[in-house]
């Protein structure tokens, strides 16, 4: 069983930086993939962001590439997302969530077994 405990969310004008955190309890092995997910009031939850726990192969929705950063502390079991040039419409609640089988399908939020409580993103303009 992995918990997984989001935080670094809150309100910030365009163009700002946050970074949001994803501590895991619980043992995290090589094959799993870590992601990030988002959910914006009125939309379908949309994937953001992925990791490989081994290896640390990265993945990327075309929205945020070149804006956010996915990355882990292996001692620290924990994930990392640190959003730059942020846009209104990144305003959202994110999730982390655990594949512990590091599915092909990352982009997939049924392949996740393990989901965090959301954190608010608010983006002003």
């Known amino acids: 069983q992995v918990q997984l405990v989001e935080s670094g969310g809150g309100l910030v004008q365009a163009g700002g930086s946050l970074r949001l955190s994803c501590a895991a309890s619980?043992?995290?092995?090589?094959?799993?993939?870590m992601g990030w997910f988002r959910q914006a009031p009125g939309k379908e939850r949309e994937f953001v962001a992925a990791?490989?726990?081994?290896?640390?192969?990265?993945y990327y929705a075309d929205s945020v590439k070149g804006r956010f950063t996915i990355s882990r502390d292996n001692a620290k079991n924990t994930v990392y997302l640190q959003m730059n040039s942020l846009k209104p419409e990144d305003t959202a609640v994110y999730y982390c969530?655990?594949?512990?089988?590091?599915?092909?399908?990352?982009?997939?939020?049924?392949?996740?077994?393990?989901w965090g409580q959301g954190t608010q993103v608010t983006v002003s303009s």
């Open positions: 969530a655990a594949d512990p089988g590091g599915s092909y399908w990352y982009w997939n939020a049924n392949e996740y077994d393990y």
């Open positions: 619980g043992r995290i092995f090589s094959n799993y993939a």
């Open positions: 990791i490989r726990w081994s290896g640390g192969r990265t």
